[in-house]
């Protein structure tokens, strides 16, 4: 609900280790260029090492996203309450890869709210701001984005 | 190179369907939300339909985008002419799913180029802003975003 969330609020969601092994697997799939298929290519590339897809990184946010969301209801049913609204998205904003992921590295993942404000055309509604990244485990900043979903007044 | 950037230029990069098979094993690595994940949970939800996670359909868009540029390098090279240069990624701005991508649909990628300006602070770098675009058999969008990619000048 709109009034239980708090402007600033900053949630460690989860991490990850994205090997070479799915990387490879990944971009097989869905980004088949050189520099995320074969660490021989990864490290003749600009990236000079095997790296994960974007698209990989940010699928693993909202694999992180999905199981932070389960753990919170999890806990809310365990006292009673029930299960917090995760409203639809409105679409992101802002969405960037400052810094390649390694084979091997750590990613993990944030979520803070930054913002709120009720809906004008539906008083019904209201809407969340949130800033969303990915930090390797040298405190590197590798994915960011700027959420927004809808949520109930 | 930047001066054989058309601005208004749209190119169709390619077309998939989603199969249930596929939206269910992208989903169940990177989006376990049930209505990614069967066609009977797909109906109960407020989709009505099993549907393929957001990164899947932008995942789809990285591999038309790649499937697209091999195509036209070499068309390139039987011209005898050198592969252009793909650029670095600025970020993406605006992502958005209008639309759900339902079990069997069918979503052709475009790309049009909406401007370009020679970057001030680097005079040998310029930056093409484009519209990409994924839209349904039905002539939905289902994916947008604009895109910034930096290319020499």
Redesign the interface.
């Known amino acids: 609900m709109y009034h239980d969330i708090v402007i600033g609020r900053r949630e460690e969601m989860g991490s990850h280790t994205f090997t070479a092994d799915e990387i490879i697997a990944?971009a097989t799939?869905?980004?088949?260029?050189p520099f995320h298929l074969s660490e021989e290519a990864g490290r003749r590339s600009h990236f000079g090492a095997l790296v994960a897809?974007?698209?990989h990184t940010?699928?693993?946010w909202?694999?992180m996203r999905?199981?932070h969301s389960r753990r919170i209801a999890a806990e809310r049913a365990a006292k009673g309450l029930p299960p917090q609204w995760n409203g639809p998205?409105a679409?992101?904003?802002?969405?960037?890869?400052p810094k390649p992921v390694l084979a091997g590295d750590t990613v993990t993942y944030f979520t803070e709210v930054t913002g709120k404000r009720p809906l004008a055309s539906r008083p019904d509604t209201g809407i969340i701001y949130s800033l969303n990244t990915g930090v390797n485990q040298n405190g590197d900043l590798v994915f960011s984005?700027e959420g927004t979903v809808f949520v109930p007044m």
């Open positions: 990944f799939k869905y980004d088949p260029q897809s974007g698209w940010g699928g693993y909202m694999r999905v199981e998205s679409g992101f904003k802002n969405l960037k890869w984005f």
